[in-house]
């Protein structure tokens, strides 16, 4: 149900763009939401292919900020709603998330 709050929903879509649509048709599979430091941060799947297609959506509660990256057959894209990034955003492009 994540995808369905109002706020975030608003926010994702002026930060993804068109990207808004995949993520939410796509997001299958999810690990559990992690809230550590007043980060948040939630990491989906596309079902039966979660190592090539898949999703983090990354809050900063302190700054109000939000991140995010897409994954689509291997081809990652970042999205950051100030233009910085966070070191979890690096990780989930490289793999190590």
Known sequence: KLLENPVLTRRLKKLLGNRYNF???????????????NIFSAFGCQAHNCGSTNFIIIIDFSKNVIYSGVRENDNVKTYSEDGSNTRKLS???TGNS
């Open 23 to 37: 993520l939410k048709e796509t997001w299958a599979v999810e690990s559990p939401i992690e809230v550590k430091k």
């Open 91 to 93: 990780d989930f492009v």
